[in-house]
């Protein structure tokens, strides 16, 4: 995974299949994310915090992977590269096999949600595409998707 930094995200380049690059721009379309790379963080967070089950190391036998590039948190490439074996295509599916709802229907927030760019907007859209009232849509706050890795330090 090669790394160029771009203010509060790294950019990186991940190797997916075409199948999973278009399910990723179709959820970014259907739940009103600003980006593709976007999409991958909520994926990276679900797996990460254990929303999603791992799917594991992924073969790729006689599959063609699409390399493009994303942008991610710091905390997130750490995590890829640490804890997944920067096996993004395993990520990917194990949020392809959840609901919707889930893996782009609970806000994971690093802060705050009072703290978090565009977290209000999060909570009305969410609360739209799933007809949830005020207070009904889930958050989990201060997340740490590092936690007991020893990168927190960095």
Avoid: P
Wanted: proline share 0%; charged share 25%.
């Amino acid at each position: 995974m090669s790394q160029q930094k771009k203010g509060a995200y790294v950019e990186v380049s991940i190797a997916l299949t075409q199948t999973q690059w278009d399910w990723l721009e179709s959820m970014a379309s259907t739940h009103k994310l600003s980006s593709c790379s976007k999409a991958m963080r909520c994926c990276i967070n679900c797996v990460a915090l254990g929303d999603a089950k791992d799917a594991g190391s992924s073969s790729k036998n006689g599959v063609d992977c699409v390399t493009k590039s994303v942008e991610l948190s710091k905390e997130q490439v750490f995590w890829m590269e640490t804890k997944q074996s920067n096996d993004a295509t395993g990520v990917v599916r194990s949020c392809m096999e959840m609901d919707e709802y889930t893996v782009f229907g609970i806000i994971r927030c690093k802060k705050s949600i009072a703290e978090c760019d565009g977290a209000q907007d999060a909570v009305r859209n969410i609360g739209e595409h799933y007809c949830k009232k005020n207070g009904e849509v889930e958050v989990k706050e201060n997340i740490d998707i590092t936690e007991g890795c020893g990168c927190e330090q960095k």
